[in-house]
């Protein structure tokens, strides 16, 4: 590959890794060195556009349609001689455990202001990490007159 060469343009979602159809192509094509892997941190898995280069270095372009997503195991590319498949890198998460409702309000609204990456559970939201824990937990403490949580991890 030159760097000159146009980055591969991956433009859909064509199934996943796991599902019957493709699970034993792509363990075949692995085997023989055409499967590359698209690491993709998980706090950038909901963009539909990116530019990124495969475990083994090839130049990617991403512009995936609104109805689809990147997830774990997502095939982009399967041709004769190549697949490419998503693998979502799940990062360091902070869990903040609201006391009340109100305090969950207050906190979803806190963090959706500071446009984190959070994921929702049973009475928790986890906040996905894309940098220092303690930058963090800084700006969480601007928050503590407000609503009342605890911060797990």
């Known amino acids: 590959m030159t760097p000159d060469e146009a980055p591969l343009m991956l433009t859909a979602v064509l199934g996943q890794a796991d599902d019957a159809p493709w699970h034993d192509r792509l363990h075949a094509m692995e085997h023989l060195g055409q499967l ?49 498949v998503v693998r979502v890198d799940g990062g360091a998460r902070l869990r903040l ?27 928790a939201m986890e906040v996905v990490m894309d940098g220092p824990e303690a930058r963090y937990r800084d700006r969480l403490r601007d ?6 949580f605890t911060i797990d991890g």
């Open 36 to 84: 590359e892997v698209l690491a993709i941190p998980e706090a950038e898995a909901a963009r539909k556009r990116l530019r990124l280069r495969t475990d083994r270095g090839r130049d990617c372009a991403v512009a995936l349609p609104r109805d689809q997503a990147l997830v774990d195991g997502a095939v982009l590319l399967a041709r004769e001689d190549l697949a490419i």
């Open 97 to 123: 455990v609201p006391e009340t409702v109100d305090d969950a309000l207050r906190l979803g609204h806190w963090c959706g202001n500071l446009h984190w990456k959070v994921v929702f559970g049973s009475g």
């Open 143 to 148: 928050l503590e007159p407000l609503a009342r």
